[in-house]
């Protein structure tokens, strides 16, 4: 399974983005879908996931209300919408993918076996 992530930029602060994750290989269904971003001169963190099982999305504190995570298994394609953006929005972006995993661990990024390249979103003052 391969995942190819796209749709960074530039932006200006309370502009709006949309990332796309297009995965490759069969059983799409089955994956719980997370978004994790790499601040400058940061870890990577958790941003998003959205369980295989269909529950309720699960979002960081930092950007509930502003960003939305979906998954569109028929297109084999997971998304996030961002809005309101910050500078501290600025960051590179992951998208990353694993197989029957459930709400206790999607947080987590060493329970994700399929991760995207990045894409780098930026978020002028």
């Known amino acids: 399974v391969q995942l190819q992530a796209s749709g960074g930029g530039l932006v200006q602060a309370g502009g709006s983005l949309r990332l796309s994750c297009a995965a490759s290989g069969r059983g799409f269904s089955a994956y719980t879908m997370a978004w994790f971003r790499q601040p400058p001169g940061k870890e990577r963190e958790f941003v998003a996931a959205?369980?295989?099982?269909?529950?309720?999305?699960s979002y960081a504190d930092s950007v509930k209300g502003r960003f939305t995570i979906s998954k569109d298994t028929a297109k084999n394609m997971a998304y996030l919408e961002m809005s309101s953006l910050k500078p501290e929005d600025t960051a590179v972006y992951y998208c990353?993918?694993?197989?029957?995993?459930?709400?206790?661990?999607?947080?987590?990024?060493?329970?994700?076996?399929?991760w995207g390249q990045g894409t780098q979103v930026t978020v002028s003052s």
């Open positions: 959205v369980v295989w099982t269909g529950d309720t999305p």
């Open positions: 990353a993918g694993a197989t029957f995993l459930n709400q206790d661990y999607y947080t987590t990024e060493r329970y994700y076996n399929f």
